[in-house]
């Protein structure tokens, strides 16, 4: 099936994704609609309701997993407790297995196989979406079929290595390997680390990428900054050799795209290692340094990060919330997590939601798990959400330029202002501008809005996000700005209007 990414603009340029942990998912669709439900005959409100908002719906852990993998993650007596504390009525048979521990890049027959993934995809074709799924570069599971056929495609070690580091070393077959492994954490025991400079590693990438690309639309790469040949020979050292001459994603992401033009490559990547990236072809990376200063800084160190450059920005994926984070409302708080999500809703790029964000879920599910509790949903947070998300999703919205706003205090004692954030977004003649009380004082300042002639008469500022409409002298917004004036915490969203 040809992918239909090109089709629409919206994809391109500020889509937005809904991530969905699939195995939990699908089973808690069973528990309400009382019935056994795959991705074969998913319900068609599910298309229309649950995804109404949202451009490409990523379809986390549909791969075969790993037999080993899951006996690992059944036997951790640590993630034990993280099991028992989420689910009061654990037992062994919830653990799945990490979904990152890949045995087969072939759809799980549990979740429907091949064909129910076909079946998926056609349907969210007719609604106008897109599928994105996992792929993992940096390594596979303990037992994958390559660990046999292609062993010199993994990185290997010695006896001494297996000796002296049990914990990121493992015999297989008269082998030794290594763990998959990022320097700052233990080593992923359920995996084989895979030698990012093996001719043979590359090629099978590909392979495994084309064969993606036949049946998704994209794919969201784990970790992708691992197989960097400068963070790849820092990380290993002796244990490889000469880096290749051109970098991993350099060499492989043509190669996918030369046949599969459309096929959009998002990075999950750190150590500030998102221009790089982009550079070798990525069409998205995460912004994870939004996330951080969302959680722990404040408006302007957000500010700061959002001076970079236009073609930066615009291909960054801005969250609040995923597999890997905490639930936003229990790492940032309810308030603190709505202005953040009006922040990362409105930016230039990729948003991406969590299934459940929307409910105000607060529990984190460990990803070796298949089933989820039953958790409380926040009725204000989901009209909330529907609000936003509704504002957001016209086609007015995003578009055309978009610029940060001065700020100026009321007098020269207040500080206060430091917490307002505001942009302006403007598309033929649609103009929204966003200010955010980001802070937990209220915020007293004087806006200028730059780029919009405002001249003389009356100008029409409709909050579409309070439901209010707010009336201004064009010359007075002109010389003095826009006064505005913000509880802890909250927003305006205007849609801006001259009256002749």
Not at 84 to 97: E, W
Not at 134 to 161: A, C, R, W
Not at 180 to 191: A, E, I, L, S, V
Not at 251 to 269: C, D, G, Q, R, T
Request: charged share 25%.
């Amino acid at each position: 099936m040809k992918s239909p990414l090109v089709k629409q603009n919206s994809i391109i340029h500020h889509p937005r994704i809904l991530e969905i942990n699939t195995w939990p998912w699908l089973k808690g669709l069973s528990f309400k609609y009382k019935r056994s439900i795959s991705l074969f005959n998913i319900p068609p409100e599910i298309f229309k309701v649950q995804f109404k908002y949202y451009d490409i719906i990523w379809l986390m852990g549909v791969w075969e997993r790993s037999a080993e993998g899951r006996e690992i993650a059944s036997k951790d007596t640590c993630l034990e407790g993280e099991y028992k504390k989420i689910l009061s009525d654990f037992s062994p048979a919830d653990v799945i297995g990490s979904p990152y521990s890949i045995y087969n890049y072939r759809v799980d027959s549990i979740l429907g196989g091949e064909e129910g993934l076909a079946v998926f995809r056609r349907n969210l074709v007719e609604t106008g979406k897109f599928l994105l799924l996992d792929y993992v570069p940096n390594h596979l599971s303990l037992d994958n079929q390559l660990i046999f056929s292609k062993p010199e495609m993994f990185l290997s070690g010695t006896q001494g290595d297996l000796r002296d580091k049990p914990n990121e070393y493992f015999s297989k077959r008269g082998g030794i390997y290594a763990h998959g492994k990022d320097p700052y954490f233990p080593p992923w025991n359920d995996t084989v680390q895979i030698n990012a400079f093996s001719s043979d590693a590359r090629q099978v990438a590909i392979d495994t990428l084309l064969n993606i690309a036949s049946k998704s639309d994209g794919v969201r790469c784990d970790m992708a900054m691992l197989l960097l040949n400068d963070i790849f020979k820092k990380i290993w050292d002796d244990k490889v050799g000469k880096p290749p001459k051109m970098d991993f994603w350099e060499e492989i992401i043509p190669k996918v795209k030369k046949k599969h033009p459309n096929f959009l490559f998002i990075a999950e990547v750190y150590w500030e290692m998102e221009w790089n990236l982009q550079q070798q072809g990525f069409d998205y990376c995460y912004d994870k340094r939004l996330y951080d200063r969302l959680l722990q800084g404040n408006a302007q160190s957000v500010k700061a990060h959002l001076e970079a450059d236009w073609d930066f920005q615009r291909k960054l994926v801005r969250f609040i919330e995923n597999h890997d984070e905490q639930r936003a409302v229990d790492a940032f708080g309810k308030r603190k997590s709505m202005a953040a999500a009006i922040i990362m809703l409105t930016l230039p790029g990729a948003h991406l939601m969590f299934d459940g964000q929307v409910n105000g879920y607060s529990k984190k599910l460990p990803i070796q798990l298949g089933r989820a509790p039953l958790q409380r949903e926040d009725s204000e947070l989901q009209e909330f959400y529907e609000n936003l998300l509704d504002i957001t999703s016209n086609d007015d919205f995003f578009g055309g330029k978009w610029r940060l706003c001065e700020i100026y205090p009321l007098n020269d004692n207040d500080n206060f202002y430091l917490s307002l954030l505001a942009y302006l977004w403007q598309f033929n003649n649609n103009n929204h501008l966003v200010v955010v009380n980001y802070g937990a004082y209220s915020s007293k300042a004087h806006i200028k809005i730059n780029g919009l002639e405002f001249g003389n008469g009356e100008w029409i500022f409709e909050d579409v996000l309070n439901k209010k409409i707010y009336l201004y002298d064009g010359k007075n917004i002109h010389d003095f700005g826009l006064f505005v004036e913000l509880s802890p915490w909250k927003a305006h969203i205007f849609k801006l209007y001259h009256r002749p």
